[in-house]
């Protein structure tokens, strides 16, 4: 494992803006980020068109997340990647990540590859967090050349706040829908090198782009990641009112990522409301299964019930006398007029009536005549 060189000097921090903010974003802001698009890329300014091109996609969406020995965890998954050509050079780059509603990611995966005919070239950057923090993993592979591999493992102090590239994407769809950026907006992030680095954000106001043969007004973002060697990347991101990414591009790259399809301006980035399904009436006696279920549950309990008073034959000479007192008597108070004729019955007197009664006399003396008992004598 080794150690990266940043360690000895001061770890970037979450400022208190940004920690305010990320404790503010709650499920509504998160599901209006959960959808997926894809813009074309093509070449910037004057560069020839044959010389770049190809698609860039991303999306989101709740997934479980399960890694062995803990258990199953809901979170969001964000997937993105890139096919394109430049200056004639095949390349391509894929992204995974799991990420946590609080924008805490649990693993990502992101991969890059340049598909030069002689010499391919392919890097790979794999993070995972644990109890203790988060290892990363960074791997090279030139040519025909050994295989480089790295490994960095860092504190969960030094990762607080942490934002991935996965988490990243996720914060700029939010940050699109507010059509705001608080100042001073830095987190903690690390580089394709493996190594600690801090990302930041700023508003760059509202502007009119194109989108296909359409006008809009777009919100336009600017994020930059800061190494620690003094050099830093910036990306300009503009966002339709819905979330959704009008045009990114990477200042510097002769390639731009463009959104054509202008189907989606008229999208506002609601929740879209779920289709209502009316409530249908059960007729169970005309389903089948359901008429069936009943049947058997029907014959279950009658012969459950039979095989009881097949092992109790004295119940029905029980319930015959009382019914024929009942009916001879007929009394005020039926609940009284059981209670007093089941008294004898029981080996012991119960503490208190057991059931409710109308507070009328009873029909019968305290002690029943004997002509009341069961015929069998019982």
């Given at each position: 494992m080794e150690l990266p060189a940043e360690r000895q000097q001061e770890p970037p921090a979450l400022t208190e803006a940004a920690a305010e903010f990320l404790s503010l974003i709650g499920p509504e802001e998160l599901e209006r980020c959960l959808f997926a698009e894809t813009l074309e890329m093509v070449a910037a300014g004057d560069q020839p068109k044959d010389r770049a091109g190809g698609q860039w996609w991303v999306a989101a969406r709740w997934a479980p997340y399960e890694r062995a020995g803990e258990p199953v965890r809901s979170c969001l998954l964000v997937q993105a990647g890139s096919c394109s050509r430049q200056d004639g050079v095949p390349c391509s780059s894929t992204l995974k990540a799991y990420v946590t509603p609080q924008l805490e990611t649990l693993e990502q995966e992101e991969q890059e590859r340049l598909e030069l005919r002689a010499h391919p070239v392919e890097r790979r950057t794999h993070m995972v967090s644990h109890q203790h923090g988060m290892?990363?993993?960074?791997?090279?592979?030139?040519?025909?050349?050994?295989?480089?591999?790295?490994?960095?493992?860092?504190?969960?102090?030094?990762?607080?706040?942490?934002?991935?590239?996965?988490?990243?994407?996720?914060l700029l769809r939010v940050l699109a829908c507010q059509r705001a950026v608080p100042p001073g907006l830095?987190?903690?992030?690390?580089?394709?090198?493996?190594?600690?680095?801090?990302?930041?954000y700023r508003a760059l106001g509202i502007q009119q782009q194109a989108v296909g043969s359409a006008e809009a007004e777009v919100f336009v973002i600017e994020r930059a990641?800061?190494?620690?060697?003094?050099?830093?990347?910036?990306?300009?991101?503009s966002f339709l009112p819905s979330g959704r990414l009008a045009r990114r591009v990477q200042v510097g790259c002769p390639i731009l990522v463009l959104l054509q399809d202008e189907s989606v301006l008229g999208e506002t980035g609601g929740v879209e409301p779920q289709p209502l399904f009316?409530?249908?009436p059960l007729d169970w006696e005309e389903d089948i299964q359901l008429w069936s279920w009943f049947l058997d549950r029907k014959e279950e309990l009658q012969a459950s019930h039979a095989a009881y008073i097949q092992q109790h034959p004295k119940l029905r000479a029980l319930l015959a006398d009382f019914l024929q007192a009942l009916l001879l008597q007929q009394p005020h108070d039926p609940v009284s007029f059981a209670t007093q004729f089941f008294t004898p019955f029981a080996h012991q007197q119960p503490p208190g009536t057991p059931f409710t009664s109308t507070g009328t006399a009873s029909p019968l003396p305290s002690t029943p005549p004997h002509h009341h008992s069961p015929a069998n004598g019982e």
């Open positions: 290892t990363v993993t960074t791997t090279l592979q030139e040519g025909e050349a050994e295989l480089q591999c790295r490994s960095f493992s860092y504190s969960r102090a030094e990762l607080r706040g942490l934002l991935s590239e996965g988490a990243s994407l996720l830095i987190f903690p992030a690390i580089d394709t090198e493996g190594h600690l680095c801090t990302s930041s990641v800061h190494t620690g060697v003094g050099i830093s990347t910036v990306w300009h991101s009316p409530k249908q």
